[in-house]
């Protein structure tokens, strides 16, 4: 699968990116896929290729690029470690909503430039802080978005003025969202609360829960699911097929 590194240059610095593509001239259209709070590293890398397979533009960023050169996380014991723990809580707090909506400008920006990409809107995608990134895109950027999926993303609905759920009048895009089971990040109350502002939002969007834990479609997360996985690329291609052609 082609796959080319570079730099982005956004209002905080140089974001390092890997565009991925499939085979043959394209063009493509273009989607996003935001990691998880593991952050950028081979697992994400398969993920991207095996999405652009399918016939996009993937774009993978560091979105904790403004950490500079950091190490890569164990996520095996990424949470259970303590001092790792703490690191990577304290670098998942640095992605703010508006550094989610200052980078995604830039990566459009991006995208939109680059030969092998067709299309003014695109695909967003991501796992646990990705899935709550592509949803507070999608709303912050509802001209540039034309699908988001969140997979086993928290924080979607909180009691905060900026909770991304509140976002839902400004969204445009096709919303997909696909819950881990016993999660405290994504509960069913919460879920029931994204789902009626969406609707009375007149958003189209889907919101499911899979019988699987947090992490369910990473290889690299211990409570990675085969069987989830695979039904969240089927849902993934079917909203980007959808919304994106």
Same mark, same amino acid.
């Given at each position: ?20 593509? #499939? $085979?043959?001239? /394209?063009?493509?259209? *273009? @989607?996003?896929? %935001?990691?998880?709070? &593991? ?5 994400? !890398? ?68 680059? #030969? $092998?990409?067709? /299309?003014?809107?695109? *695909? @967003?995608?991501? %796992?646990?802080?990705? &899935? ?5 895109? !999608? ?107």
């Amino acid at each position: 699968m082609p796959a080319t590194t570079d730099l982005i240059t956004t209002p905080d610095g140089s974001c390092p990116v890997q565009l991925f593509t #499939p $085979e043959g001239p /394209g063009p493509w259209p *273009g @989607v996003v896929m %935001y990691p998880d709070a &593991g952050g950028v590293r081979q697992t994400f !890398a398969e993920m991207a290729a095996e999405l652009a397979a399918s016939g996009y533009a993937v774009l993978l960023p560091d979105m904790y690029y403004r950490h500079g050169q950091w190490a890569p996380f164990d996520m095996a014991t990424a949470f259970s470690d303590t001092k790792e723990r703490g690191r990577l809580m304290s670098m998942l707090g640095s992605v703010t909503f508006d550094r989610m909506a200052t980078d995604a400008a830039a990566f459009f920006d991006y995208l939109a430039g680059r #030969p $092998e990409v067709r /299309g003014a809107k695109f *695909g @967003v995608c991501g %796992y646990c802080m990705g &899935g709550r990134t592509s949803v507070v895109v !999608a709303g912050r950027l509802p001209d540039r978005v034309a699908a988001a999926a969140s997979f086993h993303g928290g924080g979607l609905v909180t009691d905060a003025p900026d909770s991304p759920h509140l976002l839902a009048e400004k969204i445009r895009a096709t919303i997909y969202v696909a819950g881990a089971e016993n999660d405290g990040s994504f509960t069913k109350k919460q879920a029931a609360i994204l789902d009626e502002a969406l609707s009375a939002a007149g958003v189209e969007h889907t919101v499911e829960f899979y019988p699987a834990q947090h992490g369910f479609a990473v290889p690299d997360n211990p409570p990675y699911d085969a069987d989830a996985a695979a039904r969240h690329w089927a849902a993934m291609r079917q909203v980007f097929g959808s919304a994106l052609g």
